[in-house]
C-alpha cells in the first residue's frame, strides 16, 4: 500500500449529528402505558424508582487540565483571505503579503532529480495540512483558509507556518478571549517567512501585554514523553489532545527540499486546522509547531510532525531581524545523498561527503576543493553524512572562515574555506545550463548490461570531458539495478580513468564476481551539476 502525504482540505462542512437511540414517551401519573412480550397493552408503576441527582463532587484537576489552562490562552486561531487575481488591483487596505524567499533547493545537494517530480510531491506532502484548500465565496472568488498559531511575544508577535499565510492578501487573529460570532479577528501582519522550514512570523497590534507560551528546548525531548496539541481542528478553536512523541529527527520530504525539516513524530491527535499551533511538553513549554500529518484518508491516522523548538527560535530570531529574512551558509559543493555501500568500500571511507560539484567562482572552490574530494571533517569536527554538513555549514554566517578537512587520491587534505551566502550561490547555480548530448554511435554490450561508446569529440570539446558514453542499459542488469543513466559519461571506474572505450574495455575484463563496482558518471546535459556515484556488488 503506497502512503503519501496529502493536503488535508478543510471545507465548509455540514455538521450532522447522528442519535444512536432515540426514545419518547408520556409519563402520566408515575405509569407508562407499554407493549407487554405478546402486543397487549400494560400498566407499568414506576413509584417506587429513586430520582438521580447531580452530585456537588469534582475530580482533581490532572496535569493535562493545567496545562491546557496556563498555555490555552496564548494560542490563537488564525483566518487569511486570498483574493481572485482580478479583485487584487481593486483592493485596498488589509492587502498583507509574506515576503518572498529564494527558491527551495540546496547547492549543498546535487542537481539530479532525488525524489517525486513537482506534481507528484504537491500529492506526497503538499504543503502540509493547516493552510487548508480555500473556500470559494458565492460572490467574488474570495478564498478562505484556517490555522493555527501561539504568541510568543506579550507585543503580539505570533508564530504559525509559512502555509498558513502563505499568499494571504488579509490575516486576522482570534484570541481565545475574544466574543464569538461573525467578527473574522484581529489584523495582522507578517513579518517574515522561510520557506525552507515552514515557519512565518505575523504579528497583532496590542494596547495591553498578552498572554504568551514559554519555549522549551526540543533536544531534551525522548520518544516516549508525554505532550499536548492545542488549535483549531476544523474551525473547532481551543481543541487540546494528548499523546507522546512517536520519534525524533524525522525527514519525511526527500532531496534539497526537506534538508531543513527534521521533525518531532507525535501521535497527538492533529488535523486540519491545527497547523501551526504548539507541541506542549509537561512542563508547559512548547517543544514544537505543528505542521504536517501522515494520511491516507485525509484525517489523523496517528502520526504527526511538529518542527523542533531549537529550529524555530534560530528561525525566529532571524525573522524579527531588521533583514526579516534567514540567512544560511553554503560553501557551493553539490552532492548525493544515500550512496552505496561499495562508494565508501571503493573509496576507503566510512564517514564523509564526496563531493560531486562545485559551483563555479562559489568558495569552495576558491579554497581549491574539487569533484571526488571527500570532506571529513569542518573545523576538526568530524561530518557523519550530506544532513550533517549541511546543517553544520548553513548555521555558518556568511564572511566567516571554516577549515575543511577534506580526503584527496587517498591523502589527507584541509583547506581555509569562506562562508558564502546560501540563497545568492544556490540562485547562481540555477542560471547555468547546456545542450543536448548527441546521439551516441552503437557499441557492443558488456557483462555489466550496458552498451557504451568512445566519447564523440564534439561532446568531448563541449563538456571538457574524457570518458565513454552510456547507450544502452539492458533492464534488469546489474547496471539497471543499479541505477546507471543511458546517455551519462563515465569517467571513471573503481577508480580509474576511462578516457576511452579501450581502457573501460579493460578494466571491465578484471572485474570478478562478488567484487565492488563503483562508476563516476557526468549528466552531458548539465556537467555543472558534477559527478554521480553509482555501485554496488557484482553479482
Do not use: C
Amino acid at each position: 500500500m503506497t502512503a503519501i502525504f496529502k493536503r488535508l482540505v478543510p471545507r465548509r462542512m455540514a455538521t450532522v449529528f447522528v442519535l444512536l437511540a432515540s426514545v419518547s414517551a408520556v409519563i402520566l401519573g408515575g405509569s407508562l402505558a407499554a407493549h407487554g412480550v405478546h402486543g397487549q397493552e400494560t400498566s407499568i408503576s414506576s413509584s417506587d424508582a429513586t430520582p438521580l441527582k447531580v452530585p456537588q463532587t469534582s475530580v482533581a484537576p490532572n496535569e493535562f487540565t493545567q496545562i491546557a489552562k496556563q498555555v490555552g490562552p496564548a494560542v490563537v486561531n488564525i483566518n487569511t483571505v486570498t483574493l481572485p487575481k482580478q479583485a487584487r488591483t481593486q483592493h485596498h487596505g488589509g492587502r498583507l503579503r509574506a515576503t518572498p524567499q529564494q527558491p527551495d533547493g540546496e547547492d549543498d545537494q546535487n542537481g539530479e532529480d532525488q525524489g517525486p517530480g513537482q506534481g507528484d510531491m504537491q500529492d506526497f506532502f503538499n504543503r502540509f495540512f493547516g493552510g487548508q484548500a480555500p473556500d470559494e465565496d458565492q460572490g467574488g472568488g474570495i478564498r478562505q483558509s484556517l490555522g493555527s498559531g501561539f504568541i510568543v511575544d506579550p507585543k503580539g508577535y505570533i508564530i504559525t507556518n509559512n502555509h498558513v499565510v502563505d499568499k494571504a492578501d488579509e490575516i486576522y487573529v482570534k484570541l481565545s478571549t475574544d466574543p464569538d460570532g461573525s467578527d473574522r479577528g484581529r489584523p495582522a501582519h507578517v513579518i517574515g517567512v522561510d520557506k525552507a522550514t515552514d515557519l512565518a512570523v505575523i504579528k497583532i497590534d496590542t494596547d495591553k501585554p498578552l498572554p504568551y507560551v514559554k519555549i522549551g528546548n526540543s533536544d531534551n525531548a525522548q520518544v516516549g514523553d508525554w505532550v499536548i496539541a492545542i488549535g483549531s481542528p476544523f474551525s473547532l478553536a481551543q481543541t487540546v489532545t494528548a499523546g507522546i512523541v512517536s520519534a525524533k529527527n524525522r525527514t519525511i520530504e526527500p532531496g534539497a527540499t526537506g534538508q531543513f525539516q527534521h521533525f518531532i513524530q507525535t501521535d497527538a491527535a492533529i488535523n486540519p486546522g491545527n497547523s501551526g499551533g504548539p507541541l506542549v511538553n509537561m512542563n508547559r513549554e512548547v517543544i514544537g509547531v505543528n505542521t504536517a500529518i501522515f494520511t491516507q484518508s485525509n484525517g489523523y491516522q496517528g502520526i504527526g510532525f511538529a518542527m523542533p523548538s531549537n529550529t524555530v527560535v534560530e528561525v525566529y530570531n532571524d525573522l524579527i531581524s531588521p533583514a526579516h529574512k534567514v540567512v544560511r551558509g553554503s560553501i557551493g559543493i553539490q552532492f548525493r545523498q544515500n550512496l552505496p555501500s561499495a562508494v565508501s568500500r571503493v573509496y576507503n571511507f566510512k564517514a564523509g561527503v564526496i563531493v560531486s560539484a562545485v559551483t563555479p567562482g562559489a568558495p569552495a572552490e576558491k579554497g581549491g576543493l574539487k569533484p571526488g574530494d571527500i570532506i571529513v571533517s569542518i573545523d576538526g569536527r568530524p561530518i557523519k553524512d550530506g544532513d550533517d554538513l549541511v546543517a553544520e555549514v548553513a548555521s555558518r554566517h556568511p564572511g566567516s572562515s571554516i577549515r575543511i578537512g577534506f580526503i584527496r587520491d587517498g591523502k589527507e587534505n584541509s583547506a581555509s574555506v569562506t562562508i558564502g551566502d546560501r540563497d545568492k550561490i544556490f540562485s547562481d547555480t540555477a542560471k547555468n545550463s547546456s545542450p543536448d548530448a548527441p546521439t551516441p554511435d552503437d557499441s557492443g554490450e558488456t557483462k555489466l548490461g550496458i552498451r557504451v561508446t568512445d566519447l564523440p569529440t564534439s561532446l568531448a570539446e563541449k563538456t571538457g570531458l574524457n570518458g565513454v558514453l552510456i547507450q544502452a542499459v539492458r533492464a534488469g542488469s546489474f547496471a539497471d539495478q543499479n541505477g546507471l543513466p543511458v546517455g551519462g559519461i563515465i569517467t571513471h571506474l573503481n577508480r580509474q580513468a576511462i578516457p576511452n572505450k579501450a581502457a573501460y574495455d579493460e578494466v571491465v575484463s578484471k572485474l570478478k564476481s562478488g567484487s565492488d563496482i563503483v562508476f563516476e558518471v557526468v549528466d552531458p546535459k548539465n556537467p555543472g551539476n558534477g559527478i554521480n556515484y553509482f555501485g554496488g556488488q557484482l553479482p
